[in-house]
């Protein structure tokens, strides 16, 4: 088990520049979760994929935001256009197929993005 | 629609003192629960769950029990250790997506 590996640790951009974060979710796990964590709060829903289907987006999720997962492996979270506001902890986590009760998620260590 | 909330900290405690950090939530369904430990600098790591009513979890001296009655998940620990030090997660996940709710954290220090 590798655990849930997300690049890079931190992005620093202008405003108004695109990034693009990557996750490389646990190998043999279906689910894909993205979060955004500010200071002083709790993880927040983005968007969940189950393979590579994008099942759920949260309304945090603005058209400047994007994700996909396009084999249903690694997954990518973009956001255009950044404002000041994007600056956040953005965190992937993963999880195995529903068995009859809610699995864990297992997260990854996140994205730290700063916006000058 | 489906929330965590939880004790604000920081909470802070001697060396071998009890804890308890106190969540609540609110659920449409019959949510799975769960506490997470954030350490400085790294990604939230499961610390235990319980699944349904009256299930307790446990791992490395902490424990909580799913109280549907109370709609509560307390996390307890007998004897806290300086290394305990971190911030701690409540979060509820519903069905079908396993979707999860977090509470805003709970600090802890633990002083030696």
């Known amino acids: 088990d590798t655990g849930v590996s997300q690049d890079p640790r931190h992005k620093i951009t202008k405003r108004g520049q695109n990034v693009t974060f990557r996750c490389d979710p646990i190998?043999?796990?279906?689910?894909l979760y993205w979060y955004r964590q500010t200071l002083g709060q709790g993880p927040e829903f983005l968007t969940y994929f189950q393979n590579e289907a994008q099942l759920e987006k949260s309304r945090l999720l603005s058209d400047r935001f994007s994700a996909e997962r396009p084999k249903g492996s690694f997954s990518t979270l973009e956001i255009q256009r950044t404002e000041q506001g994007d600056s956040a902890m953005y965190l992937c986590?993963?999880?195995?197929?529903?068995?009859?009760?809610?699995?864990?998620?297992?997260f990854g260590d996140g994205t730290r993005l700063s916006i000058l | 629609g489906d929330s965590v909330t939880q004790m604000e900290g920081p909470v802070t405690l001697s060396e071998e003192a009890f804890l308890t950090i106190n969540c609540t939530y609110t659920a449409t369904g019959y949510p799975s629960l769960f506490w997470y430990v954030q350490y400085p600098g790294e990604g939230l790591q499961l610390l235990l769950k319980?699944?349904?009513?009256?299930d307790k979890g446990s791992n490395k001296g902490f424990e909580a029990t799913y109280r549907k009655e109370t709609t509560s998940f307390h996390l307890e620990k007998g004897s806290v250790q300086v290394s305990d030090s971190a911030v701690y997660f409540c979060a509820l996940s519903d069905r079908p997506f396993n979707k999860f709710y977090f509470g805003s954290g709970t600090k802890l220090n633990v002083k030696p």
């Open positions: 986590a993963s999880s195995a197929s529903d068995k009859g009760e809610n699995q864990p998620q297992h």
């Open positions: 190998s043999e796990h279906n689910r």
């Open positions: 319980a699944t349904k009513a009256d």
